[in-house]
């Protein structure tokens, strides 16, 4: 019923694997959140990853970044595999990744300076202060934060600055693999567009591969270059936007042909197109 | 920045025509002036700090030789763009792909300020001094008018009865008094073997073991038994009270509350404050009767004075104006910590740290008023004979 282009086992042409998910299982108790997933992010995409609430998105991103122990599978990012693996390994490859949670997770008792500082001090204690200090200040710049901010606790920012500096610490040791779990929730219009512009253009600046986590599908249209659809305990397809409304799986087109879905489509070939 | 780079572009020459970039390359190793900086390999993070401190040795004017190497990330860049930008150095042998991330971390160069200003020590000091003196002025202040609130509920709550919050109020007194029972009764168990324990190895140099009974009986009705089971309760409740009504004021809850039209105080406040006030007294018995139990264990074991000439004696010599210093005392604190519990519990705002913080106060703030109270008590009872 999915055409082979669109199975996520299939590795698509000039694809050069980074994350690879072979027949993933996650259970909670006797509930079963994944079963027999399988899922590849290509090198320099952006992927985005949806699916209703409580399809495991969420848990998906904590099984790749090595959160949860998965029941079954194989997970490979950076060509490592995150099931076995020494700490040093996965101190390795940590180095190579940033993420930006949800709700930002920023250490609360640190400024956003700071905060943007942890990584960098981890991994390279020996860098000078005032070198330090300018990486932070151009991090939070790039971010899209302003000047002001690198002194402000994160209980003084408001929803989308607590996501812009959560960006600028997932980039602060310049990763290549960046995790996004729903970066625009929570935000209003302009700023969730602006943040989809930013990361559209961080990715482009720095060569990252993104895998986005959504709701939002204005960013999918904006930024995305291919869509995993997660239902039914697995990824049923992973593809275009235009491919997988081809297909006819309920979901999908509830999903992306909904009043909402049709909107954001239209708003976006008209941006488009102009 | 958009202002400050031109004044760049002379010095670094990131031309976009490649020509130019030749032109200089050959010009610079034919005649190479001052220091060069010639990095084989990659200008990464990983050798930020070991670069740093290499450019650093370099004496000025300084050349940035970019020809011989094969990675440069966003800090590697950086670090040849402030070089460039602060001791005016020159880039030679810059590919095109090195030159637009040049181009690209020095569009992020704003003036971000990173840490908080800071002042002159002796300005700082006296700051702190004031703020603190503030604070302290602000919290009694605040107490007060928490007490006034309460009272107010409480006036609001017997003018209409209905709005009494039974069920509350039976809850609490099981958490706070039903559950404390095994703790507290543990505790004071073992307060009074230490006590007869101590004041009998005392007394017997003066041969006067038997004194011990009174010594028993008397600290715990008059002082230990409401005092310990006072410390023990702000320990247990008077923080577990701060960090609900914390976390609650954190989750908006307290905010939901009163745009329904609940008014926090009579919700949450009264009926911790009835549980406090009514279960201090009967923990407070329960306490000194297992002190004396414990003290009783002891001299029975220690001293051989069997537990029926002990309850003999502790009639004797505990008169009943003891029991009643103690039982009189017990609301009085337990009003106090549910006080201090709640009211640093309503002080939350902001982030999930200071639930911690305000707990912590809460505990603090009300074993010593807790302290201070019952001395203000200890010289008020002997000012009316009740020695």
Request: some cysteine; overall charge negative.
């Amino acid at each position: 019923m999915i055409p082979k282009e669109l199975d996520p086992r299939t590795i698509p042409e000039h694809c050069q694997p980074i994350i690879t998910v072979r027949g993933l299982r996650n259970s909670f108790g006797e509930q079963v959140i994944h079963e027999d997933l399988d899922l590849t992010v290509c090198r320099g995409e952006i992927l985005g990853v949806v699916g209703g609430s409580g399809t495991g998105k969420s848990v998906l991103l904590r099984s790749i970044i090595g959160l949860q122990t998965p029941d079954e599978g194989e997970v490979d990012v950076l060509g490592e595999n995150m099931i076995d693996r020494t700490e040093d390994e996965a101190k390795n490859i940590r180095r190579r990744w940033g993420i930006l949670f949800q709700n930002g997770a920023l250490f609360s008792t640190l400024t956003v300076a700071e905060n943007v500082e942890v990584p960098i001090r981890e991994y390279f204690p020996y860098i000078q202060p005032p070198l330090l200090d300018e990486i932070a200040s151009y991090k939070i710049a790039m971010g899209g934060l302003p000047a002001d901010a690198g002194p402000k606790f994160p209980s003084e920012l408001s929803g989308g600055m607590v996501k812009r500096a959560g960006l600028a610490r997932a980039l602060a040791l310049d990763p290549e693999l960046l995790f996004l779990d729903e970066p625009t929730a929570g935000l209003d219009p302009i700023a969730a567009a602006a943040f989809d512009e930013l990361i559209q253009s961080l990715q482009k600046r720095l060569d990252l591969t993104v895998f986005l986590i959504t709701h939002d599908l204005d960013t999918l249209h904006a930024i995305c270059d291919r869509v995993a659809v997660l239902a039914d305990q697995h990824v049923i397809a992973v593809g275009t936007i235009p491919q997988l409304l081809a297909l006819d799986h309920p979901w999908i087109q509830e999903y992306f042909n909904g009043p909402r879905g049709r909107t954001a489509a239209s708003s976006y070939e008209e941006h488009a197109e102009a | 920045m958009a202002e400050k780079w031109p004044r760049l572009a002379p010095v670094i020459h990131f031309a976009h025509k490649s020509a130019r970039m030749t032109d200089l390359h050959d010009a610079e190793t034919d005649h190479p002036e001052g220091s060069v900086y010639r990095v084989a390999g990659p200008i990464t993070i990983t050798r930020a700090a070991t670069t740093q401190r290499e450019i650093d040795a370099l004496p000025d004017p300084l050349t940035i030789d970019l020809s011989e190497i094969d990675r440069m990330d966003t800090v590697g860049a950086w670090i040849v763009y402030r070089t460039v930008r602060d001791r005016n150095a020159k880039v030679i042998g810059a590919s095109r792909d090195e030159v637009s991330l040049l181009r690209q971390v020095s569009e992020f160069d704003k003036p971000a300020q990173v840490h908080p200003e800071e002042k002159p020590s002796f300005i700082r000091v006296l700051t702190e001094l004031g703020e603190w003196v503030a604070d302290t002025g602000r919290t009694l202040l605040g107490l007060l008018g928490f007490f006034g609130a309460t009272l107010i509920g409480f006036a609001n709550i017997i003018k209409r009865p209905k709005r009494f919050r039974l069920n509350a109020v039976v809850q609490r007194f099981d958490v706070v008094g039903v559950r404390a029972l095994g703790i507290i009764g543990l505790m004071s168990f073992l307060i009074g073997i230490v006590i007869a324990q101590q004041g009998s190895v005392q007394l017997a140099q003066f041969g006067a073991e038997v004194y011990t009974i009174n010594l028993i009986g008397r600290i715990t009705a008059r002082e230990l038994g409401t005092l310990m089971t006072a410390i023990m309760v702000a320990g247990r409740s008077g923080s577990a009270f701060a960090a609900q009504i914390g976390t609650m004021k954190i989750t908006e809850e307290i905010d939901a509350m009163r745009t329904i039209g609940v008014s926090p105080v009579e919700a949450l406040v009264i009926p911790r404050m009835i549980a406090a006030v009514v279960m201090m007294p009967l923990l407070a018995f329960w306490a000194m009767l297992l002190a004396l139990i414990g003290g009783g264990v002891f001299v029975w074991l220690s001293l051989e004075i069997p537990p029926l000439t002990y309850i003999q004696r502790l009639q004797e010599v505990i008169p009943i104006t003891d029991l009643w210093v103690g039982l009189i005392k017990a609301p009085v604190f337990g009003f106090i910590i549910a006080l201090a519990g709640c009211f640093q519990g309503f002080q939350v705002k902001g982030n999930s740290e200071e639930v911690g913080e305000r707990t912590t106060t809460a505990v603090v703030q009300s074993i010593f008023l807790v302290i201070v109270l019952d001395a203000v008590f200890a010289v008020f009872f002997s000012s009316i004979g009740w020695v």
